[in-house]
């Protein structure tokens, strides 16, 4: 497993960033920078500079070629849902389970299942409340250091 | 009852998730502002306008969604009153200074002096603006204003409201024929946004041809779009 290279920033990802900047605020305030991308081609990019302290990413984020097939080659629920490749990406980088953090509107099985498989957090946008229980317990302690 | 289509449940669920991105929005900044987490008067005001426009945008989604269910706009031919052109299209426009300045998309009104007039229900025909200036902002490309002009044709006595900006993505002409049908969204604004209802440009349609006009929409090359929308005067 990587270590964590650059601890102040966390990254976000999400199409409809104007409606997550009550989020940038709230990590600003915790001390965090915030790298946002609006896609999985540019999210993935952003990985491959850094292990991030953590990544937050919308299941529900456009996809473009050439990752549409990678991601469809992954099975039918990362066709429909680009932001669980972004989250395996990460993993595969090196990023630990308490490092990935998905979220969506609606909570769907086939995701659920996945999310299992591949060891992220899985949320449910709609509770500004809720999400920042899981982001402070996402940024209380950094799971790569000894 | 009749049981509902895959078209109506699959609308829902992206209805669904049009309204509460931006609701959560809302209820992110308010739970920020109570508990202290944005400093500075000028970004607390920031970040209120920004969730006012935030809960504006979904009262738009919400009314598309009642025009759907009614088949109408619910209002009667004696309800028709006369609109004034430029005053309708600034009132339409203001709803998205927000959400524009973020994204760098002005919206201008060219001939603000003329006072064309047309009679009809200013409360669909903005909701048609509405509709039109949301997909320039959510789709338009960054940094390149909205030019919106209005006149009276002197051959067909018809108003006139053109809308022309840039995608960010250009428009396919295949899916030029059928925007505006619903449930559809064009490849381009699937690019930017990955979900949504494909319901707000079915309501213009349906609201333009219900006041008797026509709603004609072109792409061209670098991402040029423009609507041309046009309204008989009532006169």
Same mark, same amino acid.
């Given at each position: ?52 302290? #953590? ?23 990362? /066709? ?6 972004? #989250? ?5 980088? /090196? ?14 099985? #086939? ?7 591949? /060891? ?27 | ?7 109506? =449940? ?22 920020? =502002? ?6 500075? @008067?000028?970004?607390? !005001? ?14 738009? =989604? ?5 025009? !759907? ?15 004034? $052109? ?33 009679? +009809?229900?200013? @409360? ?15 789709? +338009? ?5 909205? @030019? ?8 067909? +006595? ?21 925007? +505006? ?10 690019? !930017? ?24 929409? @072109? ?8 609507? !041309?929308?046009? $309204?008989?005067?009532?006169?």
């Amino acid at each position: 497993m990587a270590k964590t290279t650059d601890s102040k920033t966390v990254v976000l990802v999400d199409d409809e960033l104007h409606n997550m900047s009550w989020m940038v605020d709230y990590l600003s305030s915790r001390g965090l920078r915030t790298l946002t991308a609006s896609n999985a081609n540019d999210a993935v990019a952003i990985l491959e500079q850094e292990i991030y302290r #953590a990544i937050i990413v919308d299941l529900n984020i456009p996809i473009m070629d050439p990752l549409t097939n990678t991601a469809l080659a992954k099975g039918d629920v990362y /066709g429909r849902f680009p932001g669980l490749y972004v #989250a395996f990406h990460a993993r595969n980088k /090196g990023y630990r389970d308490r490092q990935v953090v998905i979220y969506s509107v609606h909570r769907d099985a #086939a995701v659920s299942e996945e999310v299992a498989r591949l /060891g992220c957090t899985y949320i449910i946008k709609g509770r500004p409340k809720e999400i920042k229980l899981e982001l402070d317990a996402v940024v209380s302690f950094d799971p790569t250091l000894p | 009852m009749s049981t509902p289509t895959n078209l109506d =449940l699959t609308l829902l669920a992206n209805f669904v998730h049009q309204v509460v991105n931006p609701l959560n929005g809302v209820a992110g900044t308010l739970d920020n =502002l109570a508990h202290g987490v944005i400093d500075g @008067e000028e970004r607390r !005001l920031q970040r209120l306008n920004a969730a006012r426009a935030q809960l504006e945008q979904c009262i738009t =989604l919400i009314r598309n969604l009642a025009f !759907l269910a009614q088949g109408s706009g619910g209002v009667a031919d004696h309800d028709q009153r006369k609109i004034v $052109l430029p005053q309708v299209i600034i009132e339409s426009a203001m709803f998205f200074q927000e959400d524009g300045k973020s994204k760098k998309i002005e919206i201008n009104l060219l001939d603000r002096a003329t006072q064309n007039t047309i009679k +009809g229900h200013p @409360e669909l025909i903005r909701q048609v603006l509405m509709n039109i200036f949301d997909n320039f902002i959510k789709y +338009g490309k960054r940094g390149v204003p909205v @030019e919106v002009n209005q006149r009276i044709q002197r051959s067909t +006595g018809m108003a006139l409201i053109e809308i022309k900006g840039l995608s960010a993505y250009p428009v396919d002409q295949e899916d030029l024929d059928q925007i +505006g049908n619903l449930g559809f969204r064009g490849k381009n604004a699937k690019k !930017l946004v990955a979900s949504g209802s494909g319901l707000g440009m079915y309501i213009c349609r349906k609201i333009i041809e219900g006041e008797g006009g026509s709603l004609h929409m @072109e792409a061209g090359a670098q991402g040029k779009v423009l609507f !041309l929308i046009k $309204l008989p005067t009532g006169e």
